[in-house]
């Protein structure tokens, strides 16, 4: 399975801020996605990061709330825009390496809006 | 949208205790995965099922794919302190697709 490394793994933002996060796999994978855990909650998938364009998210998340990229086939970001504390939560990207269907994990995220 | 719901949706054990935890759905899939996740990680993939009726194992852990595809179940046996987590399935309708996460289990053992 691929290594999944997410930068910050945790911050602490102000409100109306944004914060960046970024995914990086060790090795090519085709699909990337982006997962927000609220607190105490399941994961509910935010968004599909296409390599090369834009990416296609479910219904509930924008773009100009959640701004994605996935400049290569190994790294993907996604940012949380104009921040309110309803957006403190962990926030987890997976991928499915070449060949397989299998995802897996990033460690995760963990965003807190003061 | 689809929901999957888990139950039970916490247990307390004794150590050694066997577990069983199952998820149903309303609509069918074609795959169906069991993560755990530990406190300030990410999910880990425990155990992935393709067919309907599949019945996997991985170490002391057992996964079944239902025969209708809407439902799928997993044992743990001789339960241990490390088994203590929250355990999520997952249902995919095609291949590569996105997930939709079950409701959790947590499970806390005690000695």
């Known amino acids: 399975s691929a290594v999944i490394s997410q930068k910050p793994s945790r911050d602490i933002c102000q409100r109306g801020t944004s914060l960046t996060i970024q995914c990086q796999v060790d090795s090519q994978v085709t699909m990337m996605f982006w997962y927000r855990q609220q607190p105490g909650q399941s994961l509910t998938l935010i968004a599909t990061a296409n390599q090369g364009s834009e990416a296609t998210y479910e219904s509930g998340f924008v773009i100009d709330k959640f701004p994605i990229s996935r400049p290569n086939l190994t790294f993907s970001t996604l940012t949380v825009s104009n921040m309110s504390p309803e957006d403190s939560s962990i926030y987890l990207c997976?991928?499915?390496?070449?060949?397989?269907?299998?995802?897996?994990f990033g460690p995760g995220t963990r965003l807190t809006v003061l | 949208g689809q929901q999957l719901n888990q139950s039970p949706q916490s247990m307390f054990i004794q150590e050694g205790e066997d577990v069983s935890m199952n998820c149903t759905s309303s609509?069918?899939?074609?795959?169906w995965l069991w993560y755990k996740q530990d406190p300030g990680e990410g999910p880990v993939l425990l155990i992935a099922l393709y067919k309907a009726g599949e019945l996997t194992s991985n170490g002391r852990l057992t996964a079944q794919f239902g025969i209708t595809r809407k439902d799928s179940f997993l044992n743990i046996s001789a339960s241990i302190p490390s088994d203590v987590g929250i355990y999520f399935c997952a249902g995919q309708t095609g291949t590569a697709s996105k997930l939709t996460f079950g409701t959790g289990t947590r499970l806390q053992v005690t000695l």
């Open positions: 609509s069918i899939f074609n795959t």
């Open positions: 997976s991928s499915t390496a070449l060949g397989t269907d299998t995802q897996y």
